[in-house]
């Protein structure tokens, strides 16, 4: 069966890298996107609660909708981009 590698537009707001806040446990945290799924994100995080370590090791699954941006990643530029934009332009006289 084929995968859906669609995007959503739930989570097309967020992007690998962001900071977000989400709750665990009625506790606030914040981390860090890692790496995404269908509907839900891998999440990095800290906290000083030995209980919570002990249980999720620094890393959480957490569904799109529960996730609220606080800074968004800087958008790195493509070279391979560039190079497209300078292949489309005509060649000089």
């Known amino acids: ?5 669609e995007v ?5 707001k967020f992007n690998v890298g962001d900071e ?5 446990e009625k506790q606030t945290f914040k981390g860090f996107i890692d790496k995404s799924y ?3 994100f891998l999440i990095t ?3 000083d609660d030995p209980e919570i370590i002990d249980k999720y090791h620094k890393k959480v699954v957490i569904n799109n909708r ?3 941006l606080i800074k968004a990643a800087p958008k ?3 070279p391979d ?3 497209e934009d300078k292949d489309d332009k005509p060649a000089k006289k």
Do not use: P, R, Y
């Open 38 to 40: 269908t509907n839900s």
């Open 81 to 83: 981009s560039d190079k």
């Open 45 to 47: 995080f800290e906290s």
């Open 8 to 12: 959503s537009e739930a989570q097309s």
């Open 76 to 78: 790195i530029k493509d």
């Open 1 to 5: 069966m084929a995968k859906n590698t």
């Open 66 to 68: 529960h996730l609220k």
């Open 20 to 24: 977000v806040s989400f709750k665990i």
